[in-house]
Structure formats: C-alpha cells, structure tokens
C-alpha cells in the first residue's frame, strides 16, 4: 500500500502542488492508491509509433536467432562460407550462436548502473547504435575474432533494448492498453525469427551467405535510431527525475506534459497536465524522493517485486524452452516428416507457430488478463512435456504423439510465458527501482537462457531424453504453483495502482 507522507516529504509536495492550476487542495485530489484513476485520453495512431520503434529492438534480437540458425551452416561450407577458416570446431560454432547472448548478459549488467541515469528513450537509441557497429562487424569481419567482437557488441545493444523497450512502452501506453501493445513486442521478436529463418533459408546457398545474413541488421537499426531520436522521453521518467530533484521541478512537468501530449495526440490536450499531477502526486505519496540503496531493493515491496519478476522470468527459461525448440528438427525426424531432413523449415514452421499463438494471446491478455493466460498455458506446457516424455518412453511406435506435444508445448509457451513474462517484468517493479529491477530480472532471463541451452545436450546424455522431460514437466508444474500463489493481477490498473495496491 501507498505510505502516508513524512514530514520531510511534505514541504516537496506543497512546493510541487503551487505549480499545478489543476490541484486546490487535498480536497479535489485523491490519489490513485485510494480508488481514483485518470482520465487516460489518447489518440489511437498516435500510440503507434511509441511502440514501434522500441519493439524494433525485439524484431531485431528475433531476427539475429533465426538468422545464426542458417548463418552457422553457411559459414562452416567449405564451398559457400567464402573464408579460408570455415573450417571451425564445435566450441568455436557454439561460441557464435551464443555470442550474442553472452554479450546480452553485458548489456542487463550495463543497464543495472546507466539505466536511471540517461533514461529509457537514450538507452534504445545506444542499442540501436550497438546493433548497427555490431552487424556491420559481424558480417565484414575478416576473421573469427573480428566477427566474434561483432556478435559481442551486438549482443549488448540486445540486453539494452530487451532491458529499455518493455519499460518505455509499459510507461508510455494507456493503462487498458498496456498488455496488448507490450505483448506485441514478443509478437515482433517472432515476427523477427520468422524473417530471419526465411531470409536465412533463402541466402543457405549463397556464397558468403551468412555475411548478408548478418549485415541485413543494419538498415533496422538505423530506423530504430532514427526513430528513438524522434520520439520523446517517457513522462515517467521525466517525473521521477524531478521528484527526485534532478532538474527544475516546474521544467521538468512542463516537458513531462509536452512528451504525453506527443506520445498520446491531441485527445489528450485537454488532461494531460491532470494525469501528469495525478502521476507526480502518487509518486510522491509512495515515497519516491530519494535514490533506492542495493539493501533497499530486497526490503519490503522492492523484494516482493524482485520475487515475482525474476521469478517469472527464471522459470520462462528453466521449463526448457531453450532446450525443447533445439530438440524440434529430431522430433519431426522421429515422425517421419519431410520437413525433418531440412532443419530450417522446421524452424519456419515453428515459428509459425509461435507467430500465430503470440496474436492470440496479444488479442486477449488485456481481456481475460494476465493470471488466467498464465495458468492455462502454462498448465497445457506441463501435459506437452509429459506427452513428449512419454513418447522417448513408451509411445515410441506413436510419433503422432511427439509432434502434438512438440505444437502444444510451443503453442502454450507463447500464450503465457513468452509475451506475459516481459509484460509483468516491465509492470511489477515500481518506478524508483524499475530500472535496476528490470535490469536484474533480464540477467536473470538471458543467463537461465544461457545455462539451459549449455546444459541440455549433458543432462540428455546423462539422463536420457525421455528423463528430461519428464524433469522440465516437474520444474513446469512447479511453476504453475509459484504462479498460481504469488503473480497478481495488473489488467486494466496503471502503474502506479499496481505499486500502491499489489506490493
């Protein structure tokens, strides 16, 4: 719940209210914690672009892991690669599918000290810089080291926008739209790996493929630039700048409303300076005047946060997902499909898959909200791992049953974990530590990512296959409970409502 105001605080919020015609007294203004909620007014096409710049961040990390799935067969072609070192060992083909990722580790450690400090819109357009050096690296690189620097670097501009663009977008869309539009940015990563396999699939058999491949980032991150550059900072950030006395309160809410009326269009000419107060006023009465310590962070409701978010997103990464779509192409071998002999249309099709489950959950999650989403895909991951361990058990004449589970597993993880796991990592953390928490629970989410693919091909051969997924079944199931006991639901409620009411 919101705290009431202590006396140190009470000079700041009358200092602030003189600079509103809209506040005369306590009288005419309840704060968001005790019932009210303002008048989000907004212009439909103008919250496009909000979001679409941003969400080029995710289309771009999509497209950097369909692409490596076709650019390491290319390379390694001792006729197609057009190097004289396509000759590379296991270790140094896994260091290129993962390069990115390990530079994304980077990114979430970078992002945990500058993120409050240059703001949301300034960190997209550093990604944005990053993933464009980094492409043009990786695909002119001369040699191994060279393209390896270039997949780190592009890596980094993939932790920073992974870490800014949920959190520019969840603070910049109207509170009944939030869900819809952040879960289009998991819709645009698809979008980006569907592209990816396909121009993949379609430069395979070019000489120096896998250098087109790479460089075909660019042009998307100059526009992703460009178009950061243009938009403006998120309001939020600009309040819990001036709250927090960095800058001139009065300039610093004048720029606040300037950025919402840009942001929602002239529909909300009318009430942008009350939702900017209403804002500023909850801000305030929640305590944020002063820097959050790192003890803080694991106190209170800052630890409640962190449980739920990084939570979240450890158990998105640790049901095997990583794991169960690198398990795919062997699946569909197993049941004799044609598309088994070609790794990446089974890719293709996957991402079909997931393209078409991710528009499901984009139309319903500001409908039927986050929890039952969550419950019900995840519940259907739990049977998909089961059918799957049964089948390397004792369905083995039934490869129907394989390749059901295989649809199902994938068609529930993007309904539930894959969209809603960000939306809830960019709503869950309140703004003095949203930056450092989101950062925190990226970590999270790309080193589980990282662990979970190393550690797969070990545990199948320790194990077996059929055992393996009967654990990621068991680890699901878990899940289900920690979800079921500790994820609240944020549907329709701004953050601010969320702080106030669900930490």
């Known amino acids: 719940m919101a705290t009431a105001t202590s ?15 809209e506040f005369n007294g306590d009288a005419e203004h309840q704060p968001l914690s005790s019932g009210g909620h303002p008048n989000e007014d907004y212009s439909l096409i103008s919250c496009i672009l909000p979001f679409l710049f941003p969400a080029l ?10 692409a490596t799935s076709s650019a390491t067969i290319s390379i390694q072609s001792p006729t197609l690669s057009g190097t004289t070192w396509y000759d590379l060992s296991s270790v140094d083909v896994g260091l290129i599918s993962s390069g990115s990722l390990y530079g994304a580790l980077i990114g979430s450690v970078l992002a945990f000290k500058i993120a409050d400090f240059i703001g949301r819109r300034r960190e997209l357009i550093i990604s944005a810089a990053l993933y464009f050096v980094g492409a043009l690296i990786t695909a002119i690189g001369p040699n191994f080291v060279i393209m390896m620097i270039g997949r780190f670097i592009f890596g980094i501009g993939i932790g920073l926008a992974m870490h800014a663009a949920p959190m520019y977008i969840s603070e910049t869309a109207p509170s009944h739209l939030r869900g819809r539009v952040i879960s289009l940015k998991e819709f645009f990563i698809i979008i980006g790996m569907v592209l990816g396999y396909a121009i993949g699939s379609l430069l395979v058999d070019v000489i120096a493929g896998w250098r087109y491949m ?22 939020r950030w600009l309040l819990f700048c001036a709250i927090q006395g960095k800058g ?127 419950l019900g895909g995840v519940s259907g991951m739990v049977i998909s791992l089961l059918f799957l361990g049964a089948y390397y058990t004792f369905l083995g004449d039934a490869p129907a049953i394989a390749v059901i589970g295989l649809l199902l597993y994938v068609g529930c993880y993007q309904l539930s974990f894959g969209p809603i796991g960000w939306l809830l990592m960019s709503e869950i953390f309140p703004l003095r530590m949203r930056g450092r928490g989101v950062s925190l629970a990226v970590l999270v989410n790309f080193g589980a990512n990282a662990l979970v693919a190393f550690a797969f091909s070990p545990l199948k051969d320790l194990i077996g296959a059929a055992n393996l997924f009967f654990l990621f079944g068991g680890i699901t199931f878990l899940s289900v409970i920690f979800i079921f ?14 702080e106030a009411n669900l930490l």
């Open 7 to 21: 006396d140190h605080q009470q000079p700041f919020l009358s200092t602030f209210r003189k600079t509103s015609d």
């Open 57 to 66: 961040g995710g289309l771009l990390f999509g497209y950097d892991i369909g």
């Open 214 to 235: 790479y460089g075909l980032s660019s042009p998307i991150s100059v526009i992703m630039a460009i178009g950061m550059w243009w938009l403006p900072e998120s309001p």
């Open 248 to 374: 001139i309160i009065q300039d610093l809410r004048e720029n606040a409303i300037h950025c919402m009326c840009r942001l929602r269009g002239p529909a909300v000419s009318a009430t942008a300076s009350q939702q900017v107060d209403d804002i500023m006023d909850e801000l305030s009465l929640s305590g944020e005047l002063t820097d959050i310590s790192t003890i803080e962070m694991f106190r209170g409701k800052y630890l409640k946060a962190l449980i739920i978010g990084c939570g979240l997103v450890l158990f998105q990464q640790i049901t095997g997902q990583p794991s169960v779509l690198y398990y795919a192409a062997s699946i569909f071998q197993s049941a004799g499909f044609s598309a088994a002999s070609d790794a990446t249309r089974v890719s293709i099709l996957l991402g079909l898959v997931k393209l078409v489950m991710t528009g499901v959950a984009v139309l319903f999650v500001d409908k039927f909200g986050r929890r039952p989403l969550l």
């Open 485 to 498: 006991f500790m994820i609240p639901e944020t549907k329709g409620m701004t953050l601010e409502e969320i």
